[in-house]
């Protein structure tokens, strides 16, 4: 907002849209944006230990769930042709794999799977997630 690349609307329940300025900041049309932000340290540390289990802590069936999604990603990812942590961060594939959902409405409950990842990836990681361990 102070660099004039968001605008708030007004109104009880204000929003935050680009400017022009903005969009083409995103879209890398030379114009650079210096932005500071300041990061609590306990608080960003709290949050790094949150969530999924790490690698190390999941049962074996949730490890080998973790490495079929991960091997699925990186064929997405190829696909796409986009980095794998575009399709899903491993913190999301161990949460995945931790909680193992098996329906759409499970599967949007999972930290890190939004209404974008869940239309585009949903069918095919529950797909990964309910076949048999190889």
């Known amino acids: 907002i102070e ?3 968001l605008r708030r609307s ?3 329940r204000p929003v935050l849209s680009l400017t022009a300025l903005g969009h083409s900041v995103l879209d890398g049309g030379g114009v650079d944006v210096e932005v500071e932000v300041e990061v609590a340290g306990s608080a960003a540390r709290d949050r790094s230990h949150a969530g999924a289990p790490g690698p190390d802590l999941l049962d074996p069936s949730a490890g080998e769930r973790f490495e079929r999604l991960r091997a699925w990603r990186r064929a ?3 696909d796409a042709a986009v980095p794998a942590y575009v399709v899903f961060g491993d913190r999301t594939l161990r949460e995945l794999a931790h909680r193992n959902p098996s329906t759409a409405g499970a599967l949007a409950g ?3 799977v939004g209404p974008a990842k869940l239309a585009r990836y949903g069918e095919e990681v529950l797909r990964v997630l309910a076949a048999e361990p190889s």
């Open 3 to 5: 660099e004039g690349c």
């Open 10 to 12: 007004s109104g009880e």
């Open 76 to 78: 997405a990812s190829l």
């Open 110 to 112: 999972v930290p890190g």
